[in-house]
């Protein structure tokens, strides 16, 4: 309930700013404060009003988008059932440290890291990494929450099966679709992927959104078609917000080196 009150009001900040807000300059340091959520509101109205501009392509790709999603929806019980048969104690032991990939908790902490760096280091591109996250981890979110509460999709472990629904229904176990911890997930790795030059971060990002939505399954918390639809709005509305602020890329990149016997990681920040 906190993390709904949290996002909620971080939401209706962004909205209003977006109405009433100082102006948010052409050259900025970015830095949170009233002319970001002046930004991150309009860029809301945009992305709630961009399929107006969709072009033949775009409809193209939102039908097999939509096709997959309804695919899977007829065969969510099958699906799930067969991610419950294939548990093991080391796939249950594995979910404490998994299930913390999309939970909105830690994925608030990675971003004030990252913005904690970018003030640290006086790095403009990690601030500018971190507050993009931030405004598609939140738009994201407010779009899964519109779709719990509209679509009341019964959750897994209530025992109603897949195909019940109660509309507006303010109930935690009637908002299985969608995933919010796959959503918050591929929407902050998204915006990682896209600010960075480095396969190995796009791929390190990705992987573990994939991991946190695939076990929003195997816990019993989601259907399939939900963490699908989940994985798929974070990654439309998180390309899409970065989007809407082209500019030079952020300052995250890892790469891998072996040789000699060893293999090494490196981070390096860009300033």
């Known amino acids: 309930m906190r993390n ?3 996002q909620a009001t971080v939401l209706g900040l962004f909205i209003l700013a977006g109405v009433v807000g100082p102006s948010w300059p052409a050259e900025t340091s970015w830095r949170f404060g009233p002319g970001y959520f002046r930004k991150a509101g309009a860029d809301f109205k945009d992305i709630i ?7 033949q392509g775009d409809w193209a790709a939102f039908a097999a988008l939509a096709g997959t999603g309804a695919l899977l929806f007829a065969f969510d019980q099958t699906l799930y059932d067969g991610i ?4 093991s104690a080391g796939s249950r032991d594995a979910s404490a440290v998994i299930s913390k990939f999309g939970n ?6 990675l971003m004030a890291g990252l913005y904690a760096s970018g003030e640290l280091f006086d790095s403009r591109p990690l601030r500018r990494t971190a507050l993009l996250c931030l405004e598609s981890f939140i738009a994201t979110e407010a779009f ?3 779709g719990k509460i509209v679509f009341g999709r019964s959750r897994p472990y209530a025992g109603d099966g897949p195909y019940r629904f109660a509309l507006l229904s303010a109930s935690n176990t009637r908002h299985s679709f969608p995933s ?4 918050g997930a591929f929407a902050v790795a998204s915006v990682i992927a896209a600010e960075s030059d480095s396969f190995v971060l796009d ?3 990705y992987g573990l959104a994939g991991l946190a939505a695939v076990w929003r399954v195997h816990d019993e918390k989601h259907w399939p078609s939900d963490v699908f639809v989940g994985s798929v709005l974070g990654i439309v509305v998180g390309r899409k917000v970065v989007a809407l602020n082209r500019g030079p890329k952020g300052g995250l990149d890892v790469s891998v080196q072996a040789g000699g016997g060893r293999t090494a ?7």
């Open 49 to 55: 009003t961009s399929p107006g501009s969709w072009k």
């Open 265 to 271: 990681v490196s981070l390096r920040f860009a300033f």
């Open 104 to 109: 909105g908790g830690y994925l608030a902490g």
């Open 144 to 146: 899964v929450w519109a």
């Open 180 to 183: 919010g911890d796959a959503s």
């Open 4 to 6: 709904r009150l949290v």
């Open 203 to 205: 791929a390190l990002a």
């Open 84 to 87: 419950q048969d294939r548990k």
